[in-house]
């Protein structure tokens, strides 16, 4: 079956340690992206990715980071230069980031819990 | 900057028809999707509008108004599955990639 793959579903990270979430997607799309949701907000754009070895990013890419090194892998490090990553993260990719009518699909999310 | 508005909790009655607003500001403006979204669960697509107008699919509606920033969802023949978190979402042209913004979210509690 197509679609977005994410683990781990739940993680717990201890202070100061990195952790690195992974995305995979057998869509064949071109762009990827790493949301954040807290309780009672909307989704916040972490970093996007329109073509392997680029990345941009978003609104909230601080104490984060990514790589692509693959078209169907994007995943997501948080480091402990992240000061409250309790959140639910959400994957999602697209057939590209270029023209509009594009939708975006999503995986099923990974909670990470600072311990 | 962007600026989406909706508001953060709605009620209504199984089988009755609910409306979820959103309003905008923005430039550069290229698209309205909605998503809905169960509780610990990733969004799923509903709808996506570009032009002014009513876009129908089954019991979900969806409308935009491109001159007053404004957009609505309409939900008929509510059922209790459909309490749920429901998101606009604004997608706009920026330096030759279309990102779309989500709202916070509308939370929508259906009761018998």
């Known amino acids: 079956d197509g679609g977005i793959t994410q683990s781990p579903k739940y993680l717990f990270r201890k202070e100061g340690q990195n952790v690195t979430l992974s995305c995979e997607q057998n869509l064949n799309h071109d762009a990827m992206y790493w949301y954040r949701q807290d309780p009672g907000q909307g989704l916040r754009l972490i970093y996007y990715?329109?073509?392997?070895?680029?990345?941009q990013k978003g609104d909230i890419a601080e104490g984060y980071s990514v790589s692509r090194e693959k078209k169907e892998s994007f995943p997501l490090t948080v480091t402990s230069a992240q000061k409250n990553p309790t959140a639910f993260y959400l994957c999602?990719?697209?057939?590209?980031?270029?023209?509009?009518?594009?939708?975006?699909?999503f995986g099923e999310g990974s909670w990470l819990t600072v311990v | 900057g962007q600026n989406i508005d909706q508001p953060t909790e709605m009620t209504a009655t199984e089988g009755a028809i609910v409306q979820i607003n959103c309003t905008y500001q923005?430039?550069?403006?290229?698209?309205l999707f909605w998503y809905q979204q169960h509780a610990g669960e990733a969004p799923t697509f509903l709808s996506y509008n570009v032009l002014d107008g009513l876009e129908e699919k089954g019991r979900f509606s969806s409308f935009l108004s491109r001159s007053k920033g404004y957009s609505y969802l309409l939900l008929k023949e509510l059922q209790m599955k459909d309490s749920a978190s429901y998101l606009c979402?604004?997608?706009?042209?920026?330096?030759?990639?279309?990102?779309?913004?989500f709202g916070r979210g509308t939370s929508l509690i259906v009761h018998p």
């Open positions: 999602a990719s697209s057939e590209g980031t270029d023209y509009s009518g594009n939708t975006i699909y």
């Open positions: 979402a604004v997608r706009t042209a920026s330096g030759g990639s279309y990102i779309p913004t």
């Open positions: 990715s329109q073509i392997v070895n680029d990345f």
């Open positions: 923005t430039s550069g403006f290229n698209g």
